[in-house]
T-cell receptor, first 113, second 110 residues
Framework: SAVISQKPSRDICQRGTSLTIQCQVDSQVTMMFWYRQQPGQSLTLIATANQGSEATYESGFVIDKFPISRPNLTFSTLTVSNMSPEDSSIYLC??????????FGPGTRLTVT | EDKVVQSPLSLVVHEGDTVTLNCSYEVTNFRSLLWYKQEKKAPTFLFMLTSSGIEKKSGRLSSILDKKELFSILNITATQTGDSAVYLCAVDTGRRALTFGSGTRLQVQP
């Protein structure tokens, strides 16, 4: 199984600012994803992070708001731009090898004031 | 639209009880169904099911998939307070990204 770390684990940010979350996997993986979990709700996919090309975003999420990078097979970043209180959530990175189960990082708890 | 529905939404039991959590799905393509346990932030992987009728077991937890009736169950026997968590069901529809149900919040009282 892959071991995934995320930084920061939590942050409190002011509205209008941006935060970049880092996700590091301990081995090369085929697939990496970013999810959001709003308070009291389940996980919603933001985008699939594609290595060497633009991320694939789900309906309701756009690149200008959530730019994603994936420079190699073990690392990805998600930026939450121009934050508002509605962006307060847990942001989770996950990874999988093709055909295998998906593992999650410890999450980043973001509070926007 | 792909849909994953879990029931019950919440459950309170006493230590030693057996619980059954349900997950039904309606998706355009099915690749696998996964169960996770979420206590704080990160969902912890429990099972991945791809074939009907084959039970997967890990200690006191077990799960089975019925691809004809489009559902799965997660059983926990002899529950302990440490089993208290949200249990998430998710389906891989072939895109490899997961569609999650709303979760079942289980509380095990001493």
């Amino acid at each position: 199984s892959a071991v995934i770390s995320q930084k920061p684990s939590r942050d409190i940010c002011q509205r209008g600012t941006s935060l970049t979350i880092q996700c590091q996997v301990d081995s090369q993986v085929t697939m990496m994803f970013w999810y959001r979990q709003q308070p009291g709700q389940s996980l919603t996919l933001i985008a699939t992070a594609n290595q060497g090309s633009e991320a694939t975003y789900e309906s309701g999420f756009v690149i200008d708001k959530f730019p994603i990078s994936r420079p190699n097979l073990t690392f990805s970043t998600l930026t939450v731009s121009n934050m508002s209180p509605e962006d307060s959530s847990i942001y989770l990175c996950s990874a999988a090898q093709d055909g295998s189960e998906q593992y999650f990082g410890p999450g980043t708890r973001l509070t926007v004031t | 639209e792909d849909k994953v529905v879990q029931s019950p939404l919440s459950l309170v039991v006493h230590e030693g009880d057996t619980v059954t959590l349900n997950c039904s799905y309606e998706v355009t393509n099915f690749r696998s169904l996964l169960w996770y346990k979420q206590e704080k932030k990160a969902p912890t992987f429990l099972f991945m099911l791809t074939s009907s009728g084959i039970e997967k077991k890990s200690g006191r937890l077990s799960s089975i998939l019925d691809k004809k009736e489009l559902f799965s169950i997660l059983n926990i026997t002899a529950t302990q307070t440490g089993d208290s968590a949200v249990y998430l069901c998710a389906v891989d529809t072939g895109r490899r990204a997961l569609t999650f149900g709303s979760g079942t919040r289980l509380q095990v009282q001493p």
